[in-house]
């Protein structure tokens, strides 16, 4: 299979000076955020935090598909510094968020539990236990 990369005759004598200019900075949108999960598992069920900090409860979604989990949540975060009727300082940041993940294994959606408390979504994901062999009786 052939590799296609893009040539930079200049990043190889300036690495430090070219690397980043066209790829985005993570402050770029005021405050952006991403899900931050961390995943704990026992016998019986993943038990997954996802940190969630100003969002509202209502703009979160959480999907369960086998053993696929997607969480996605929409923010809206305004936030305005006025002096009289001047307005010194706007800051708005509008988009969504999502995040999935794949456990090993399926997930039984019908006892997962979902909180939200302080900016944290904690999940509790029962796994669906295994259907065992089963002998035929033959007639």
Known sequence: MTRMSVYGPFAEVFPELFRGILTPTRGSAPQALDIRIDVKENATDYVVQAELPGVARDDIHVQIDGNRVSI????KRES???EGDRVLRSERYFGS???SFSLANDIDDARSVARFEN???PLTLPKKTAVGARKLQIS
């Open 72 to 75: 996605s949540a929409e923010v």
């Open 80 to 82: 305005e510094q006025k």
């Open 97 to 99: 968020l999502a995040r």
């Open 119 to 121: 900016g944290v979504l």
